[in-house]
């Protein structure tokens, strides 16, 4: 089953826009993944924010989590045709326990 | 190595069939994950290994599938007796330590035909 679930399923825009998805979960999380799928095949880590952690930046990429509310955001600045792509959050309640992994949204950025 | 590996990275095979895909995980990587992902949906989880013991296998769908990691480094999922409905992409991810980044490898589509 899924633990997680991102917002929207489908997401386009146009180069240079921001794009935010967020992602909502069920239980008490350790850290929560941000991961870019393109094709179907492998999953590219973005960032890991922890639950102590309410917001994390990386280059264009900016993440925050609200646990009282179960939800994190992914931000993507000035985005570009290749930021098209699969997004995908996934939680992990700590240590080595599994990772979880939401629904995705699919981000069409068009030149 | 410097990545995760999967082969192969296609396979094809009869239904009926059993099949091996291999998972090399990051040098020193002790947590060792594999999923399976279809087609628009979400990785889904079906197994992580700490070290050489199967920590959680709450995933694997049922008794045709199986995976081991003998020496705590390279895994292997065995699927037995394979049916159209395991067609997926096979992923398998390995982690350094508690609350870090856990890294992917590019998959190994399976088709059954």
């Known amino acids: 089953s899924q633990q997680g679930e991102e917002d929207p399923q489908a997401l386009s825009i146009q180069e240079g826009e921001n794009a935010t998805m967020n992602c909502s979960y069920k239980t008490s999380i350790n850290n929560l993944q941000w991961y870019r799928q393109n094709s179907g095949r492998g999953l590219v880590h973005l960032i890991l924010?922890?639950?102590?952690?309410r917001e994390k930046h990386s280059g264009r990429l900016r993440v925050t989590l609200d646990t009282s509310k179960k939800s994190s955001s992914l931000l993507i600045t000035a985005s570009r045709a290749a930021d098209t792509a699969s997004y995908f959050c996934?939680?992990?309640?700590?240590?080595?326990?599994?990772?979880?992994f939401g629904t995705g949204t699919r981000l069409l950025v068009s030149p | 190595g410097a990545g995760v590996s999967q082969t192969p990275s296609n396979k094809v095979t009869e239904k009926g069939k059993y099949v091996e895909l291999r998972c090399d995980p990051i040098s020193g990587h002790t947590a060792l994950y594999w999923y399976r992902q279809s087609l628009g949906q979400g990785p889904e989880f079906l197994i992580y290994f700490q070290g050489t013991g199967a920590a959680d296998d709450s995933g694997l769908p049922n008794d045709r599938f199986f995976a081991v990691r003998p020496e705590g480094s390279v895994s292997t999922l065995k699927i037995q007796r394979t049916e159209r409905g395991d067609s997926a992409v096979y992923l398998c991810?390995?982690?350094?330590?508690?609350?870090?980044?856990?890294?992917f490898g590019q998959g190994t589509r399976l088709t059954v035909v």
């Open positions: 924010i922890r639950s102590n952690e």
């Open positions: 991810a390995s982690a350094g330590g508690p609350n870090t980044e856990a890294f």
């Open positions: 996934a939680t992990d309640k700590g240590g080595f326990q599994k990772l979880v």
